[in-house]
T-cell receptor, first 113, second 114 residues
Framework: KAGVTQTPRYLIKTRGQQVTLSCSPI?????VSWYQQTPGQGLQFLFE???????NKGNFPGRFSGRQFSNSRSEMNVSTLELGDSALYLC????????????FGEGSRLTVL | GDSVTQMEGPVTLSEEAFLTINCTYT??????LFWYVQYPGEGLQLLLK?????DKGSNKGFEATYRKETTSFHLEKGSVQVSDSAVYFC?????????????FGTGTLLAVQP
């Protein structure tokens, strides 16, 4: 079965722009989580969606937002980009009952110039 | 708040050496504990897990035992291979079925030389 797919894999933006990243979970998985990975801060939880509802949110400013569609696909958006937003953004999906067993995509690497 | 502390890397070993990567945690309640591995250029993948005290998780020759008394979940492997070179992350989850949020340690880079 296909894994978690993230698009785009790489992108370059300039400060002040906005970006939208997409994540397609494993078929049948209803929970999608997003993490930011940077060399300085490591892996930090952004938010989690389950059945189109955000059920948990990390400690990030309101510029970071997300949503989930009825087919469980998810998007995250970052507005007014800052240099510090440069990171690898990882999406993970989870099947029901497998709490903590996350299946990660390869990530979207965002560079902000 | 909840947190995970793991040993700083990089850890450099020769092939067939014994590996230990230390991980300790702070959490309210009774967390589930995990080790994830990230190979170069890839996303993370679950290596092993333990959901209650004294459980031992194991996979691909790696093992870790959930020690509640020392709040630890150290990763061990008896004989490492070059293909084990990767970044290893210790993580915990404290919310049971209500969320899949994980709190990760900073990661430990393992480099195995032939």
């Amino acid at each position: 079965k296909a894994g978690v797919t993230q698009t785009p894999r790489y992108l370059i933006k300039t400060r002040g722009q906005q970006v939208t990243l997409s994540c397609s979970p494993i078929s049948g998985h209803r929970s999608v989580s997003w993490y930011q990975q940077t060399p300085g801060q490591g892996l930090q939880f952004l938010f989690e969606y389950f059945s189109e509802t955000q059920r948990n949110k990390g400690n990030f400013p309101g510029r970071f937002s997300g949503r989930q569609f009825s087919n469980s696909r998810s998007e995250m958006n970052v507005s007014t980009l800052e240099l510090g937003d440069s990171a690898l953004y990882l999406c993970a999906s989870t099947g029901q009952g497998d709490t903590g067993e996350l299946f990660f995509g390869e990530g979207s690497r965002l560079t902000v110039l | 708040g909840d947190s995970v502390t793991q040993m700083e890397g990089p850890v450099t070993l020769s092939e067939e050496a014994f590996l230990t990567i230390n991980c300790t945690y702070t959490a309210t309640g009774y967390p589930s504990l995990f080790w994830y591995v990230q190979y170069p250029g890839e996303g993370l993948q679950l290596l092993l897990k333990a959901t209650k005290a004294d459980d031992k998780g194991s996979n691909k020759g790696f093992e870790a035992t959930y020690r509640k008394e020392t709040t630890s979940f150290h990763l061990e492997k008896g004989s490492v291979q070059v293909s084990d070179s990767a970044v290893y992350f210790c993580a915990l989850s404290t919310h049971g079925g209500a969320t899949n949020k994980l709190i990760f340690g900073t990661g430990t880079l393992l480099a195995v030389q032939p």
